[in-house]
């Protein structure tokens, strides 16, 4: 979280281009957003289950990073991405849609319901950024703005364990039973589990088309690590 911090910084300056970063979690994690309350999560339960509690930067509610690619992106407006949140979700979004699709998913921003109230699970909630197939939630997408420069984050995942996520975030049964319900992952809708390399592979290509760049692989600056470890007490658990 700190790295990706980094890079919408040093984005902002001007010293790097726009970045695509895809990553994976060496344990299961939750991200809480940048104003959640630290208490959205049982942190006892956390500690006995192995799962790390972090913070993110952007905003949003909480988030269980398991079995998914989970992707940042950090474009600016001299970019092309358009100034404002409803804007810039709507092309970021295009992209993250374009990737399931590549993939065989018939994935889109359709409006859902509203999801259910005051539930700290990112799942349980419904916004104008959600990805859904037939009315269930794929995806969710949060972002944050450094004056014209934007950090969106956001997963594509393969496969989800209901009862642990339902469990971190403390959801009754009836929550349980409606995130059960609700989502979909991609390894409930295709018969054949695309590899991690081959969701990566399809997000490179919609990510290129939508901002109109080639990527470049890449290593962290030197500027952008030094960055990171000046953010880490931010997003180290509260």
């Not at 192995?50 to 998914?68: A, I, K, N, Q, S």
């Not at 969701?199 to 919609?206: C, F, G, K, Q, R």
């Not at 470049?216 to 600056?221: D, F, I, L, N």
Request: charged letters at 25%; a negative charge; one cysteine or more.
């Amino acid at each position: 979280m700190a790295f990706d911090r980094a890079i919408q910084i040093a984005r902002d300056g001007g010293v790097v281009p726009p970045t695509l970063r895809l990553y994976q979690w060496e344990r299961p994690t939750v991200t809480l957003g940048k104003f959640q309350d630290p208490t959205a999560v049982d942190r006892a339960l956390c500690m006995r289950l192995g799962v790390d509690v972090v913070r993110r930067f952007t905003g949003g509610r909480g988030v269980l990073h398991d079995d998914e690619l989970t992707y940042s992106v950090v474009a600016s407006t001299d970019d092309g991405v358009p100034r404002g949140t409803a804007a810039s979700y709507r092309m970021i979004c295009s992209a993250v849609a374009a990737t399931y699709q590549a993939l065989g998913v018939a994935a889109g921003l359709v409006p859902r319901d509203t999801g259910v109230k005051g539930s700290s699970a990112c799942y349980l909630h419904s916004t104008t950024a959600d990805l859904s197939l037939d009315g269930r939630k794929l995806s969710g997408s949060a972002q944050v703005w450094l004056r014209d420069t934007v950090l969106q984050h956001g997963s594509f995942v393969i496969t989800r364990d209901v009862e642990r996520e339902a469990a971190v975030f403390r959801l009754d049964a009836d929550a349980a039973r409606r995130l059960a319900q609700t989502t979909v992952t991609l390894g409930d809708e295709l018969d054949r589990v695309p590899t991690v390399g081959q969701i990566a592979e399809a997000a490179v290509a919609s990510f290129e088309q939508t901002l109109g760049v080639e990527f470049e692989a890449g290593e962290p600056t030197d500027q952008e690590l030094e960055l990171a470890g000046s953010l880490m007490p931010q997003v180290e658990g509260d």
